[in-house]
Nanobody
Framework: QVQLVESGGGLVQPGGSLRLSCAASGSIFSRYNMGWYRQAPGKQRELVAVITSGGSTNYADSVKGRFTISRDNAKNTVYLQMNTLKPEDTAVYYC?????????WGQGTQVTVSS
């Protein structure tokens, strides 16, 4: 089992930055592929970025060049650095851990981009 707790969300103006953190506990973090997803009101949850256990990354086209996913296995934490934020980035952001047929979700953190 893996428990995930996101933090770092909040209200930011367009063009601003935020860094989300997802702290994991309960299993061997380094063996999990980790991802950030988001869900805006009235929309389906969508993939934002993923980082594999080996450190490979992939991003949604809408965030490429603005967001960076990283992980610190010593701290059992995955991060999402979000720069040049836009109003359309407003959503609840969720962390996900995947290994084989098992996957786990955090409770989410709200990000609001507004002037």
């Amino acid at each position: 089992q893996v428990q995930l707790v996101e933090s770092g969300g909040g209200l930011v103006q367009p063009g601003g930055s935020l860094r989300l953190s997802c702290a994991a506990s309960g299993s061997i973090f380094s063996r999990y592929n980790m991802g950030w997803y988001r869900q805006a009101p009235g929309k389906q949850r969508e993939l934002v970025a993923v980082i594999t256990s080996g450190g490979s990354t992939n991003y949604a086209d809408s965030v490429k060049g603005r967001f960076t996913i990283s992980r610190d296995n010593a701290k059992n934490t995955v991060y999402l650095q979000m720069n040049t934020l836009k109003p359309e980035d407003t959503a609840v952001y969720y962390c996900k851990a995947v290994r084989g047929r098992w996957d786990y979700w955090g409770q989410g953190t709200q990000v609001t981009v507004s002037s």
